[in-house]
Antibody, heavy 121, light 108 residues
Framework: QVQLQESGPGLVKPSQTLSLTCSVSDDSIKSGGYYWSWIRQHPGKGLEWIGF???????DYNPSLKSRVTISSDTSQREFSLKLTSVSVADTAVYYC?????????????WGQGTLVTVSS | EIVLTQSPGTLSLSPGDRATLSCRASQSLTTTYLAWYQQRPGQAPRLLIHSASRRATGIPERFSGSGSGTDFTLTISRLEPEDFAVYFCQQYGGSPNTFGQGSKLEIK
């Protein structure tokens, strides 16, 4: 069972860039068939998919965030990352990394525990 | 964007009861591209059901999904104490994929 773990600053100032990294426990990030996503959950709310990167390096982003998001990967380090620019208080949320592909590209079968990111001055 | 509306917002039941949760889509899902997730307090979501009715590996048989078009249902046949949690539906037939706002299943 793959394990995912998010890491990064828990506090970001408005207008700055949010940067998070997800560490993957096995080599599935290097093999085909899996997609690596970021998903967020605003406090007490539902879930919002941010985007994913495929092992080939191709990406897909939620149109609502596309202009501010970059997802990249470093398979040699078994990790992938999220950058979200020009953040505001509306970006305060728990950020999860997740894997999909076992059942379909957008079906998330493994998740990290999540990390709370607060945007505040 | 497809909006998913879940009902009820909160359902109060007892262990051993049957739970029925609903998810309605703002437009028809031409294929049964709908999933259900369980989220216990302080934990990440866990995939229960995909393709509207297919249980993910390791998910107990008491969990079942059904539906098509715009109306989908998650049924838990006999509630165990660990089943009291929040449940989300997700559609992945439209772009972007979207989630419902969640239904909380609480102990009566």
């Amino acid at each position: 069972q793959v394990q995912l773990q998010e890491s990064g600053p828990g506090l970001v100032k408005p207008s700055q860039t949010l940067s998070l990294t997800c560490s993957v426990s096995d080599d599935s990030i290097k093999s085909g068939g899996y997609y690596w996503s970021w998903i967020r959950q605003h406090p007490g709310k539902g879930l919002e998919w941010i985007g994913f990167i495929y092992y080939s390096g191709s990406t897909d982003y939620n149109p609502s965030l596309k202009s501010r998001v970059t997802i990249s990967s470093d398979t040699s380090q078994r990790e992938f990352s999220l950058k979200l620019t020009s953040v505001s208080v509306a970006d305060t949320a728990v950020y999860y990394c997740a894997r999909s592909g076992r059942y379909g590209g957008y079906i998330f079968d493994s998740w990290g525990q999540g990390t709370l990111v607060t945007v505040s001055s | 964007e497809i909006v998913l509306t879940q009902s009820p917002g909160t359902l109060s039941l007892s262990p051993g009861d049957r739970a029925t949760l609903s998810c309605r889509a703002s437009q028809s899902l031409t294929t049964t591209y709908l999933a259900w997730y369980q989220q216990r307090p302080g934990q990440a979501p866990r995939l229960l059901i995909h393709s509207a009715s297919r249980r993910a590996t390791g998910i107990p048989e008491r969990f079942s999904g059904s539906g098509s078009g715009t109306d989908f249902t998650l049924t838990i046949s006999r509630l165990e104490p660990e089943d009291f949690a929040v449940y989300f539906c997700q559609q992945y037939g439209g772009s972007p994929n979207t989630f419902g706002q969640g239904s909380k299943l609480e102990i009566k």
